[in-house]
């Protein structure tokens, strides 16, 4: 078996099943995991439709958990319209996400995990139904000319500690991914997001491929932000486009990134997150295999 510390990613399951995943078919992708040889596993709710049918399942995939051994660390809750500065529409985001909350408890889990904030954009149509939002969406996205950044700031950081507290009250981090074209996916853009909400529990949860693309240096970040990362995302990078790759596939020195761990005596879990149209993966479990027993030999040392 797969040692505790290394988690498999929901990601796992979006490459297998697509962007989302049917929520009702949750119980399936657990067992799926656990097959694999992983004792810890990540779930996600992604916006209203999916997190609502997994909220509906929640007693039914805790027993699953429970019957198979598995620990769920940390719980997504993928809410990007948590930014909006509509006060009715901010009202309906943070009641889904206190229901995020809700699951992530009795899951058992440390945390829940969204992605960083969303810039003030506008799209042609919705925010679209997106992983990561690659050139072709940022090109879409507009300013409104209407545009108070001031204004803006200070509803997403109210926003945001309400966030925090929410996840607080159930005993939850909240943690901040970092991807392109969004706010708080560096070192310092995180560093700055935190001084300004102000709130504990609000953590990195350090992304080696991401961070890697929008050239954030990764011993220097994991160093700067030691105190604020519980939850690590691991997956290499070629270094100039958005990809998942296995340990070893791309161009990350991973000597050094292990090094930095011991140094900052790094006491977390590390995810898997390979996969996704975006990388080309033709045998995704051999990816996350390989991951894992290199994790295993290099980092657990076992």
């Known amino acids: 078996m797969i040692n505790e510390r290394i988690v498999c990613t929901y990601l796992y399951i979006i490459s297998k099943h697509g962007y989302p995943p049917k929520a009702e078919n949750t119980l399936e992708y657990i067992k799926g995991m656990k097959d694999l040889g992983f004792q810890s596993i990540e779930l ?28 769920l660390p940390y719980f997504c809750t993928v809410l990007p319209g948590l930014s909006t500065m509509d006060g009715s529409e901010k009202k309906k985001q943070l009641e889904l996400f206190e229901k995020g909350c809700e699951t992530a408890k009795l899951l058992g889990a440390k945390g829940v ?5 969303m810039p ?20 879409a996205a507009f300013l409104p000319k209407d545009l108070s950044w001031t204004k803006y700031w200070d509803n997403l950081i109210e926003s945001f500690r309400t ?22 996916s560096t070192t310092d853009s995180f560093l700055y997001f935190f001084d300004a909400v102000k709130r504990d529990n609000l953590r990195f949860n350090f992304d080696t491929a991401n961070q890697f693309f929008l050239k954030d240096n990764l011993a220097l970040g994991l160093r700067r932000l030691k105190d604020h990362i519980d939850y690590i ?26 090094e930095t761990l011991e140094l900052i005596d790094f006491k977390g879990v590390i995810g898997l997150d390979i996969g996704g149209d975006e990388s080309g993966i033709d045998d995704l479990d051999k990816a996350y295999l390989d991951t894992a027993d290199y994790l295993t030999k290099n980092w657990l040392n076992e």
Request: charged residues 25%; glycine residues 10%.
């Open 113 to 117: 995990l969204d992605n960083a904030p």
């Open 120 to 139: 003030p954009y506008e799209f042609p149509d919705d925010i679209p139904i997106v992983r990561h939002y690659g050139e072709k969406e940022l090109a």
């Open 44 to 71: 996600e709710g992604i916006r209203e439709e999916h997190l609502m049918k997994v909220y509906g399942m929640k007693d039914r995939i805790a027993d699953e958990l429970k019957g198979l051994n598995l620990s």
């Open 163 to 184: 966030v925090c507290d929410i996840a607080d009250k159930y005993g939850l981090t909240y943690q901040v991914h970092p991807a392109h074209g969004l706010l708080s």
């Open 233 to 258: 995302h691991i997956s290499d990078n070629g270094g100039t486009r958005v990809e998942h790759l296995s340990v070893g596939d791309g161009v990350i020195n991973w000597n050094v990134f292990l």
